[in-house]
């Protein structure tokens, strides 16, 4: 086991000697903040089968703890988002002061328009009317829940979209979708944003209504300001150059946040960093470019088979890995490279900076923050996970459905 006293002072002093700023690595370090997902923590799997955890939570309140282990862990998880129905309480206050006893605060509220029966044609794209109500009624409930929970976004993603060609009018389902989110836009409060979120495909394989981000980006101009798009990293289709996605919308002024994860194929909601870790480092050398501010992170993430606990955290840790590798791109032999046309030797200070053995900075960060140096360690050997299986029962049997 290396010290990690000396590792941390080795690594400053060679930042130092090749002209990074470390106290303002560490400052920009020790705000990095996202949003764990409060149906991470819950039953979730594939069409095939959803295996139920030993130790899962059993309801809302117990998914914040889990969430709060994972911030005492990594000191950069203070919020939780949240998806309804699935953490639908009668009392909504109780539920935000449980969270704020724990030390956290509610992050992006998700409503969800892809479960009710009614909505197997679409929701605010339906052909029938009394359907869009009824969605359009589920959204503005959203709205409610987000203000009454101290929630400033609602994070929206539309299941909808047709199966076969000439199912339904494209460009109507279209007209219908901005209608109805006109009206959810007008009621939003001032403190909240709406975040559209697109996706290639699934459950639709014919046409998807927010299918890419230029799709969405049109709606989000056409509602208003305070309507930016949401980018998960599993709804691509493959080859797509996602960091240039973020570049583009950051300077529309529409980058409303993320779902990190990663995928191998298609939506597989693996831990982010656990397939691509270059390129979730070339994402974040985007978002930390000079000028550009850093906008909401949440993880969108679902454990099948793995730890959900440990899994949360190690997202939180290769996510604080991947940003204090983008902060040590030297920006100006970045630029004197590109103003001299000299392709290798700017790919060459992004492979630097990747190339940096970052965790002793992100372990000095959290010590600081009062966090583990090592939270998967930790996390093994604090019993966590154990009490949890004492508390909320053993068994491991197959659950019936997602997000509870
Ligand atoms: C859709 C999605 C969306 C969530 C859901 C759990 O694939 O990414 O963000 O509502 O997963
Ligand atoms: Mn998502």
Redesign the pocket.
Known sequence: MTDPNRDYEQLAERLTETGRDVDAINRALSAFDVETPS?GYGDSGTRFATFQQPGRPRNVFERLQDAAEVHRLTGAASAVAL?FPWDHVDDLPALRSHAESLGLRIGAV?PNLFQDPDYKLGSVTHPDERVREKAVEHLLECVHVAHELGSTAQSL?LADGTNYAGQDDLIARRHRMLGCLARVYEALPPEQELLV?Y?LFEPAFYATDLADWGSALLVCQKLGDRAKVLI?LG?HAQGVNIEQIVAVLDDEGRLGGF?FNNRKYA?DDLIVGSVNPFELFLIFVELTAPGRAMPRLTI?QSHNIEAKVEAMTLSVVNLQEAYAKALLVDRDELARAQRARDVLRAHEVLLDAYGIDVRPLCAKTRGERGAAEDPIRALREGGYVERAVAERGSAETVAEGWGR
């Open positions: 149906w998806h998700n993603w979120e996706k998960d709804h779902h939506d969108d």
